[in-house]
Every structure is written in structure tokens, then in C-alpha cells.
């Protein structure tokens, strides 16, 4: 994995799934071209919901669907391409090339569910959050690469 210095965490607490949609539509209005999020957390945790908050909330999108079984779904923002992939079915870092990836790193915004099938090939500058179970809810914790720190600052 690449290694780069990041601020501290910060840390949402999530009741349920409106929640984690609507931490992703806030996220998506400080999103740029050229912007990598990183998603991680088990099955089921959120990480598709806090996507589909923030593709809602930049293209009006009325249906995201997963993008478990396409790899990968495109969606027209206004000022950029979102692209966001799903690579827990990648069996190797490599297959990445075949999705598209290069364009996606340079033209639009990025949105990568399971980056550790990644491997060496992770980008560096990426903003991470991990979603993880707490009780009947999750917690998100963004760790952000300095270039986000004033951008999350009033999430």
C-alpha cells in the first residue's frame, strides 16, 4: 500500500441508512475532478449508500445501482464523470486496467469500494473512509490526505 501523510481522522456516528446517504450528499458537494475516495468497512456496512448519497445529490440520479456485479457504473455530474467501482470480485490488482481506471483517476472523480484489492496500485492523495458496525448504526471515519483537510472541516 502506498504511504502518504494524512490529518487526523474525523469520525460520524450513523443511526441508519438515510444517514449514511445523507453524509454522502454533503461529502459529494466538496467533491472535485481529479478527487479519490477510498471505501472500506464488511459487507453490508454502508459503503455502497454513503456512494449512492453522494451520486444522488451531484447528478439527481433517481436510481445508483451496486456496482458488485458491473465492476464499475459512470454517472454525468456537471462538472465532471463520476466513476464508482466495486472491485471485491477482482481476483488480482492488475484487472483494474481493464475497468477504465486510467481515465477515471485523470478526468472524473473516483468512488472505489474494497481499494485493498488495489494492492501496490492504490493511488496516492486518496481520502479513506472506513465504515464499520456500532450497535444498531455505523461509524464512518474519513482519514483525508492534507489537499481534503479544508474541505471537511465543516462536514
Known amino acids: 500500500m502506498t504511504s502518504y501523510m494524512t490529518t ?7 443511526k441508519d441508512e438515510a444517514a449514511t446517504r445523507a453524509l454522502g450528499a454533503r461529502l459529494g458537494a466538496r467533491l472535485k475532478a481529479g478527487d479519490i475516495i477510498c471505501l472500506s468497512g464488511e459487507l453490508g456496512a454502508g459503503k455502497t449508500s454513503l456512494s449512492r448519497g453522494l451520486i444522488m445529490a451531484l447528478t439527481g ?32 490488482p492488475e484487472e483494474i486496467w481493464q475497468l477504465g481506471v486510467e481515465d477515471a483517476f485523470y478526468d472524473g472523480a473516483c468512488l472505489i469500494e474494497w481499494p485493498s484489492r488495489l494492492g501496490d496500485l492504490r493511488p496516492e492523495g486518496t481520502l479513506d473512509i472506513e ?7 455505523r461509524k464512518a471515519i474519513f482519514t483525508p490526505p492534507p489537499h481534503w483537510e479544508a474541505r471537511l472541516h465543516d462536514l
Do not use: C, M
Open 8 to 14: 487526523d481522522p474525523l469520525t460520524f456516528d450513523l
Open 61 to 92: 440520479a433517481i436510481e445508483v445501482p451496486s456496482p458488485t456485479y458491473t465492476l464499475v457504473q459512470t454517472y454525468n455530474a456537471p462538472q465532471f464523470e463520476i466513476w464508482h467501482f466495486d472491485l471485491y470480485r477482482l481476483k488480482s
Open 131 to 137: 465504515i464499520i458496525f456500532n450497535g444498531d448504526g
